[in-house]
T-cell receptor
Framework: GENVEQHPSTLSVQEGDSAVIKCTYS??????FPWYKQELGKRPQLIID?????GEKKDQRIAVTLNKTAKHFSLHITETQPEDSAVYFC???????????????FGQGTILTVHP | NAGVTQTPKFRVLKTGQSMTLLCAQD?????MYWYRQDPGMGLRLIHY???????AKGEVPDGYNVSRLKKQNFLLGLESAAPSQTSVYFC???????????FGPGTRLTVL
C-alpha cells in the first residue's frame, strides 16, 4: 500500500519568515495530494491540493509543488503569521471515482509554530 | 447545511465495554470514512464505505465494525473496547466526482 513520509515533525519560525514542509510517497499511481491544517482541538481542514497533471499551485501565501519523478511534494507558506500555527498534514491518494475510492494515506504531521 | 457531524464528542469507556460512534453528512456524498488520530501517527483509515450497504477495511480495522444502512450515516462500533483504542476518531465524507474529503469535529474516546 501507499506510504507517506513527512518532514520535519516540528518547525519553528519567526513571523514573516517562510516555512516549508516536505512529503514523499511510495505509490507511483497516486495522483492527488491534499494538504490539511488542523488547529488544536479542531478538525482537519483542506487548505490546498494538487493533482499529478500540475507541477505547482498557489493560493495567496500558500503554494504546493509536486515532483512526480522523485515522488515528493512540498507545502510552502510565505510571510508566516501567528495564526498559521497549527499541525499540517500531507496526504496522497488515487483520485475518487476509481476503484481506490479516494482513500487518503496521511503523513505523520508537522507542528508549525510561528513566533510573533 | 451542517456538513459532517459526529456524536458523541467525548466518551470514557471501561475495558470490555461496547459503544457506537455516529457520523452523519448532509452533502449527499457517496463515500464515507472513519479515521483514528494518535500522536505522531497522523490519521489512519479504519474502515470506509463507497455507498449505502457497502463497507470495506482500511489500514487499521481490527477491533472495529461499521455499518452504512443509510447513505447519510456511517456508524463505527467497538464491541469490546481496549485501552489501545484510546484515540480521537474522525469521520469524513467525499463525493465520487471530486477529491476533497470533509471532516467531522471528532470524538475523543478514552478507554480505561
Amino acid at each position: 500500500g501507499e506510504n507517506v513520509e513527512q518532514h520535519p515533525s516540528t518547525l519553528s519560525v519567526q513571523e514573516g519568515d517562510s516555512a516549508v514542509i516536505k512529503c514523499t510517497y511510495s505509490d507511483s499511481a497516486s495522483n492527488y495530494f491534499p494538504w490539511y491544517k488542523q488547529e488544536l482541538g479542531k478538525r482537519p481542514q483542506l487548505i490546498i491540493d494538487i493533482r499529478s497533471n500540475v507541477g505547482e499551485k498557489k493560493d495567496q501565501r500558500i503554494a504546493v509543488t509536486l515532483n512526480k519523478t522523485a515522488k515528493h511534494f512540498s507545502l510552502h507558506i510565505t510571510e508566516t503569521q501567528p495564526e498559521d500555527s497549527a499541525v499540517y498534514f500531507c496526504a496522497a491518494s488515487i483520485r475518487a471515482g476509481g476503484t481506490s475510492y479516494g482513500k487518503l494515506t496521511f503523513g505523520q504531521g508537522t507542528i508549525l509554530t510561528v513566533h510573533p | 447545511n451542517a456538513g459532517v457531524t459526529q456524536t458523541p464528542k467525548f466518551r470514557v469507556l471501561k475495558t470490555g465495554q461496547s459503544m457506537t460512534l455516529l457520523c452523519a453528512q448532509d452533502m449527499n456524498h457517496e463515500y464515507m470514512y472513519w479515521y483514528r488520530q494518535d500522536p505522531g501517527m497522523g490519521l489512519r483509515l479504519i474502515h470506509y464505505s463507497v455507498g449505502e450497504g457497502t463497507t470495506a477495511k482500511g489500514e487499521v480495522p481490527d477491533g472495529y465494525n461499521v455499518s452504512r444502512l443509510k447513505k447519510q450515516n456511517f456508524l463505527l462500533g467497538l464491541e469490546s473496547a481496549a485501552p489501545s483504542q484510546t484515540s480521537v476518531y474522525f469521520c469524513a465524507s467525499s463525493s465520487l466526482r471530486t477529491d476533497t474529503q470533509y471532516f467531522g469535529p471528532g470524538t475523543r474516546l478514552t478507554v480505561l
